[in-house]
């Protein structure tokens, strides 16, 4: 392995009961496999929709936590070409002994042609994944060619999927804002002052312009 070879960033989120694997450079996304090239490290980033879990693929690297609202994070090369046995290591359910999913060590040519082959695959949009996160358990494979936006995986991580949620990272933001020098020279700080309810519609607008300077929103 090359000291300067680029990660594959792999996204993860743990569904109830199935795992839904996202690929920001190649702009698609599996459900129950997951394929890596042989000698090339892989970036992991984790999080769940509902119930805290656990990924573990034992030829791979070892177990780590997957938790709503929380990124966690794990690097690992596969060496070997094969094919692999992942799981959920971590009780979620009555879902939870199915929950597993392939994992597959290929050449980089191989990989490639698995790449290509998903464009004929669905697209995963905020409908489809909706329907992919019911509790219902689910042991077939399905690769997507797209992504909507290629910014799902972070409103599951910032728990904003639904239209007009507002994503944890602004929320942060806002309270960060409301408490910073500035914010309260806006009196914006709620600790320091109680907001009524004739004031709130004015409070939150400032608080939210406020916070626009330390946050996008996502699109």
Known sequence: MQPD???LEVQVVALDWKWLFFYPEQGIATVNELAAPVDRPIHFKLTASSTMNAFYVP???GMIYAMPGMQTELNAVINQPGDYRGMASHYSGSGF???TFHFRGLSQTDFERVDQARTTGHALNRASYRNWRRPVS???CEGFATVESGFLYDRVLNRCVEEGQMCMHQMMAI????NSPSG?????????DICTTEESVQVVAAMRSHAARFANPLP
């Not at 020279?185 to 320091?192: F, G, M, N």
Request: cysteine-free; overall charge neutral; hydrophobic content about 55%.
């Open 175 to 178: 309270d960060a804002a409301a």
């Open 184 to 192: 309260k020279a806006l009196r914006l700080s709620l600790l320091d």
């Open 59 to 61: 030829d791979l690297a």
């Open 138 to 140: 689910a042991t077939w």
């Open 97 to 99: 002994s199915g929950m």
């Open 5 to 7: 070879v680029k990660p």
